[in-house]
């Protein structure tokens, strides 16, 4: 009977000691996912996002959230969400900047044909007040949309689009001094 007593004694000290670690470490994991739940909300409004990739950003977010505000939540459980959290927002944030880089690539593109209708006007069409003059204001009016764009917008679609209006600017340009000529 005394062993039995012992036992239950000691076993019930040694759960008495456990417990609170078992607590302790579940709250610091709540508490590491929390963390990393704010560090992404302040991330999410500190970037500067493409396409849909804010979207997919926030949806990471609500998604770390409902698993920490379930009951009955266990420490793998919040060990995993915080993991699935840091590796899927790296995803989206390494997606978010490649297409960023390309998007500032199409923007360098159309920055450079803008100069090549300046180049022409100042080069070409010297002697020619009246079509240096129009060339001019287009390229400003090209200029100005340009300039209103952020270069998150910049798509392939919309770069084509602008090389399509500069080129055809030039073009038309270039027929009208051919034909005064």
């Known amino acids: 009977m005394k062993k039995n007593i012992k036992l239950l004694l000691s076993i019930s000290s040694i759960s008495s000691l456990?417990?609170?670690?078992?607590?302790?470490?579940?709250?610091?994991?709540?508490?590491?996912?929390?963390?990393?739940?704010?560090?992404?909300?302040?991330?999410?409004?500190?970037?500067?996002?493409?396409?849909?990739?804010?979207?997919?950003?926030?949806?990471?977010?609500?998604?770390?959230?409902?698993?920490?505000?379930?009951?009955?939540?266990?420490?793998?459980?919040?060990?995993n969400a915080e993991i699935n959290l840091v590796n899927n927002l790296k995803k989206i944030l390494d997606k978010n900047k490649q297409v960023i880089e390309e998007y500032f690539n199409n923007q360098e593109l159309i920055s450079r044909k803008i100069n090549e209708l300046k180049e022409y006007a100042h080069e070409k069409l010297s002697n020619n007040r009246e079509l240096k003059a129009k060339l001019v204001k287009q390229y400003e009016e090209i200029q100005e949309e340009f300039n209103n764009l952020k270069s998150v917008n910049w798509t392939l679609e919309k770069t084509e689009e602008f090389k399509k209006k500069i080129d055809k600017v030039l073009n038309d340009i270039k027929k009208e001094t051919m034909n005064k000529n």
């Open 18 to 79: 456990f417990l609170p670690l078992v607590a302790i470490s579940c709250s610091n994991q709540k508490t590491k996912l929390e963390a990393k739940i704010k560090e992404s909300e302040i991330q999410l409004s500190n970037i500067e996002f493409a396409n849909d990739f804010q979207e997919e950003f926030k949806n990471e977010i609500i998604n770390a959230k409902k698993i920490l505000s379930k009951e009955q939540v266990t420490n793998e459980e919040l060990k």
